[in-house]
Structures are given as structure tokens and as C-alpha cells.
């Protein structure tokens, strides 16, 4: 039986950069989690141990911190993609990199009417995020963002599915519909990715408060069929939306009604809902853009 090295790729993982433009006197603050990856001709590292054509995950690092002195950093789709075509251009032994961002938003503190220059405040958990793909000389670009919390105290439905001997679910016409938005949309050609990110995040918001749902599926396949019909530069949009349940607490105990006002917010278990959107008529080639991407259908 013969052995044979399937594919790989090394880098380094999860680099932190904050990077401080204070060439205005508002100074502009962005936060990176940076992780590198290369793929080429690494048969003879994992064979015989040499390492005469491995790049040392601590330079890919050093080069991240020097790219953004160097060039600032911008947009994480320019920055990932400056990234890749380096490692490629300058390492012969390199034909392909993956580079992943997540971006952490800041948001200047208000004081007064203007707010200061120089201080900020870390909102919660949502991110920003991109994934490029280069393989040789061909890119793809994945680009989205994650852990956008989003709650209707109305407006939302669930009702008319099939009951088994183990339903207890009653059904309802009026709950409260949350949920953390994770989306991931495939770009078929290069863009500006600032001028595009934020039309994109607004839309996906508009489109959850103004859809009467009937089913969280029936809402995201309505966020995501508003992008590919707003934005023609985007092919596909994947998206991961747990239910974030909230229970009707029982007063009754206590002598006290609930007319949907008081609930238990729920942690675990919870409904689990992904779905990709795309279109009929799209021939671009996803080539490797999807494949580094965990956790998406």
C-alpha cells in the first residue's frame, strides 16, 4: 500500500494587529485578527524534516506588522489579498496562500456634540470578516460578518408543522423572533469592499426588521435573496442563523398573567438554521474560494 502527502498548507494563526492611522487629527483605530497560510511544494518538511523550504511562521507574523507600517492597512479584503500575492510573488516554492481577517469594530466615545479624537469603545461581539483564496495567479474572495444579534418582539410566526407522539411545541402567531447573524457572501470579482460591506450589513438588517416571518428559514432566505438582488458584484451568500429561543415565563404561580411580556431567554438547545443563496445563472468559478471556510454548509 503506498503513502502519499494529500494537501496542506502551514502559517501562523490568529496574529493580532492594531493599527493607529493618526495622519488627521481624528485618529482612525482598526483592529485585526490576522492568520496566514501557505501551500506549495512542502513534500520533503513533512518527509524528511527539511526545512530548507519553510518560510518560519514567526517572519509570516513580522510580515503582517510590517505590511501595516508599510501600507497601512485599509479594507481586510485589500490587506489579506496584499498579504497573499506577496508570500506568492516572493516565495517560488508558494503557489497558493490562504489569508483569513476577522475585523473588530470600535466605535468613538461620545462627549459633547463631536465627540474626542482619540477615545473609543469596543461594542459587543458582532465582527467583521474576510477569507481570500489565492492560487496562483487566480483569487476569491469570501467576505462577511458574525455574531449580529438581532431581536423582533413581534412579527414573527411559527406554526402548521407536523406533530409526532414527541411534539410538545405548541404553535404560535405572535413570539419573539432573535437571533446571531453569521453571513458569508462569495464576491466574483474585486471590489471596493468598504464602499460594499456596510450597504450590504444595512440591507440584511433592513430585510430581518421588515419580513413578517413565518418561519426563520422563510427570513433568511429573504435577507439573502435582498443582497443578490441589490448587489450584482456578489454570486452567493451563506448564512448561519441559530434560533435564540425565548420562553414565556409561567406567572400563574403568582397569581400574575403574561400577555407576552415577560420571557426566560433561553441558552441551550437551540434550532440551528443555514442556508446558501445563490444564483441560477451564475458560471463563475468558486474554484477553492468556499473550501477554507469552516462551519458553512
Known amino acids: 500500500m503506498g503513502i502519499i502527502l494529500g494537501e496542506n498548507q502551514y502559517g501562523k ?3 493580532r494587529l492594531v493599527h493607529v492611522d493618526r495622519s488627521q487629527p481624528q485618529h482612525v483605530i482598526t483592529d485585526f485578527n490576522v492568520t496566514t497560510q501557505l501551500r506549495g511544494d512542502f513534500g ?3 518527509r524528511q524534516g527539511d526545512n530548507s523550504a519553510v518560510l518560519p511562521t514567526d517572519s509570516q507574523k513580522n510580515t503582517v506588522y510590517a505590511f501595516a507600517r508599510e501600507y497601512g492597512v485599509g479594507e481586510p479584503e485589500d490587506f489579506a489579498l496584499r498579504l497573499g500575492r506577496h508570500f506568492i510573488a516572493t516565495l ?10 476577522d475585523q473588530y469594530p470600535w466605535e468613538r466615545i461620545p462627549v459633547g456634540s463631536a465627540g474626542p479624537d482619540h477615545a473609543f469603545v469596543k461594542p459587543g461581539g ?5 477569507v481570500v483564496t489565492l492560487d496562483g495567479d487566480d483569487s476569491w474572495v469570501v467576505s462577511g460578518l458574525a455574531d449580529l444579534v438581532v431581536l423582533k418582539t413581534t412579527g414573527s410566526e411559527f406554526a402548521g408543522f407536523p406533530r409526532d407522539r414527541y411534539t ?28 460594499v460591506y456596510a450597504p450590504i450589513r444595512t440591507l440584511l438588517l433592513e430585510t430581518f426588521a421588515r419580513t413578517h416571518s413565518l418561519a ?21 451568500i451563506r448564512m448561519s442563523m441559530p434560533n435564540k429561543h425565548h420562553y414565556l415565563a409561567d406567572l400563574t404561580p403568582f397569581g400574575l398573567d403574561n400577555p ?31 473550501e477554507s471556510v469552516p ?3
Not at 92 to 101: E, L, T, W
Not at 126 to 130: A, D, I, Q, S, V
Not at 171 to 191: F, G, K, M, P
Not at 269 to 288: F, W
Open 260 to 290: 407576552n411580556q415577560v420571557f426566560i431567554a433561553g441558552d441551550r438547545p437551540y434550532g440551528l438554521i443555514e442556508a446558501q443563496v445563490t444564483r441560477d445563472d451564475d458560471i463563475s468559478d468558486p474554484g477553492r474560494a468556499w
Open 13 to 15: 494563526a490568529e496574529v
Open 126 to 130: 458582532e465582527r467583521r470578516n474576510t
Open 295 to 297: 462551519g458553512f454548509i
Open 168 to 195: 410538545t411545541l405548541a404553535e404560535t402567531t405572535d413570539r419573539i423572533l432573535a437571533t446571531s447573524v453569521t453571513a458569508r457572501w462569495r464576491y466574483r470579482a474585486e471590489v471596493a469592499y468598504g464602499q
Open 92 to 101: 517560488p516554492q508558494v503557489n497558493g496562500a490562504r489569508i483569513a481577517i
Open 216 to 236: 426563520l428559514q422563510q427570513t433568511l432566505y429573504t435577507m439573502g435573496s435582498a443582497v443578490l438582488e441589490a448587489f450584482d458584484d456578489v454570486a452567493e
Open 44 to 46: 520533503s518538511t513533512h
